[in-house]
């Protein structure tokens, strides 16, 4: 499972350099090589160096992982699948002919996903318009692009979860109330206090199934005492962004290009959260303390008085432009398998409707609440990751109400692991990943006993003289 050291980036190269407006010989002579050297990496007849892709992310400020031919795993996964539709009448294409066309042109597949959605979407709404629930697969196809959710996680994803503008106002306001050297909630009530607010932590009876709530007639923040300290911090920050952001976040807004008000509405609380979080993990010193805690995150919710989720959020936004961290996954999901929340800033690919793998840890977690799991897993397509699972609770509890218990999966590809604090002592070379899928519905893997459900791109085989472990048997591509 050793990573691989030379990539094919022929395209890939040339479309950069084209770019940037240089020539082979001047693009060779500001990475040190020979212009001979470029012509054949752009031709496909040398592979790239790890050396060479080294040389061009500091020179050109990249993300080497850009350049991979796998580097999009999302992509690849959305464009297998659009070409799986029955409308297409495709058939099983070769998966080297997939990923001649990602790899050469990855631009032409997205548009072709993006195509393919809006197909999907003009399709199925006159239907589910009349009648939503007749259809289950119908429903999942319009919650693929319609729901405002789809739209704001769509945008992040696109800019790898970093909201630049935001990030440095929160980071500039950090400084301003010294939350490096004071204690963050008299900071942050401080600040409030400013705007002629004050804070109220009200019983949970009197604050009914609400956590917060701003009276703006009385100019009061009422909290709910069910929520913990970290989140107390962290609603106070959105407030914060509500009175002090709003020409910035308005900003952010337009560039958007969104005219939903569903859609808006949600754009504008995932900015105020967004500028929450970098109040409290301000960008340098939160990444400084990432690299040396070695990306530690219970040693991290400490040292900033956040909560697990909160940081491992935030450490998935860690890609400002010359000061990048690892580009991490994260996902909730509840014991169901639902996915709540889903953010990627590096090219772990996500499934768009159905629950996740249930090979991966980040079920097993609830086994052992409140203990960290690790996992190396791989994707059909080839591609290993090192995932981290861990359970956290929601705000609230009481005898009468449990909380709810729910996992938290953050992980990055295999490549960082030894970056991770959590890989110590795991032989990243010898140890066998577990191979997982997207979900039951797009996983193409045979004999699995986990399966709950068979592909919907393969024809059903029935043996009914034997019984295997995995439940349903289909035919080969």
């Not at 909201?163 to 409030?192: F, I, N, Q, W």
């Not at 070695?294 to 959020?313: M, P």
Request: contains cysteine.
């Amino acid at each position: 499972m050793g990573r691989p050291e030379k990539l094919i980036i022929g395209q890939r190269l040339r479309v950069l350099r084209q770019s940037l407006g240089l020539t082979q010989a001047q693009l060779a002579a500001e990475l040190g090589v020979s212009a001979s050297y470029i012509t054949l990496i752009e031709s496909d007849q040398r592979p790239a160096s790890a050396r060479l892709l080294m040389r061009l992310a500091a020179v050109y400020d990249l993300d080497i992982t850009e350049l991979a031919p796998s580097s999009d795993a999302q992509l690849a996964a959305d464009f297998a699948s659009a070409l799986k539709d029955p409308a297409l009448e495709s058939g099983n294409l070769p998966r080297a002919e997939i990923e001649a066309v990602l790899q050469s042109s990855p631009k032409i597949a997205a548009a072709f996903v993006r195509l393919h959605d809006r197909y999907r979407e003009a399709l199925v709404r006159p239907q589910a318009d009349d009648n939503p629930l007749t259809d289950r697969d119908k429903v999942e196809a319009l919650a693929d692009t319609s729901r405002p959710v789809e739209q704001v996680r769509a945008w992040l994803y696109a800019r790898s979860n970093y909201v630049d503008a935001l990030d440095r106002a929160a980071e500039a306001l950090a400084d301003d109330l010294a939350l490096h050297r004071s204690e963050p909630h008299v900071a942050l009530s401080t600040r409030l206090a400013a705007h002629g607010i004050t804070v109220r932590i009200l019983p949970a009876p009197v604050m009914g199934d609400q956590l917060r709530r701003f009276d703006q007639h009385r100019k009061e923040l009422l909290l709910s005492e069910l929520l913990g300290q970290a989140s107390r911090r962290f609603q106070i920050g959105v407030l914060l962004a509500r009175l002090e952001m709003d020409d910035p976040i308005n900003a952010v807004l337009a560039e958007t290009g969104l005219t939903d008000p569903a859609t808006v509405s949600l754009m504008r609380v995932s900015l105020a959260n967004y500028f929450a979080a970098a109040l409290l993990m301000p960008y340098g010193r939160f990444l400084a303390a990432c690299e040396s805690t070695r990306y530690d995150v219970e040693l991290l919710c400490h040292r900033f008085g956040t909560s697990y989720e909160q940081t491992a959020h935030r450490m998935c936004t860690l890609q400002r432009t010359g000061a990048r961290g690892i580009p991490f996954f994260f996902v909730r999901v509840d014991r169901a398998g639902n996915i709540s929340k889903r953010f990627s800033a590096g090219r772990f690919p996500f499934s768009r409707f159905g629950g996740t793998c249930p090979l991966w840890n980040i079920h097993s977690a609830f086994e052992t609440p409140g203990r960290i799991q690790t996992q190396i897993i791989q994707m059909p397509e080839g591609a290993s990751y090192f995932s981290i699972a861990h359970t956290v609770s929601r705000a609230g509890g009481s005898h009468s109400a449990p909380s709810q218990r729910l996992a938290i999966g953050l992980g990055c590809d295999v490549a960082y692991a030894p970056r991770l604090i959590y890989a110590d002592g795991i032989d990243l070379d010898r140890t066998r990943p577990v191979e997982i899928g997207l979900n039951c519905y797009l996983c193409e893997r045979r004999n699995c006993p986990a399966r709950a459900h068979a592909p919907i791109n393969r024809r059903l085989t029935i043996n009914e003289r034997e019984r295997s472990l995995a439940i349903f048997r289909f035919e080969e591509s």
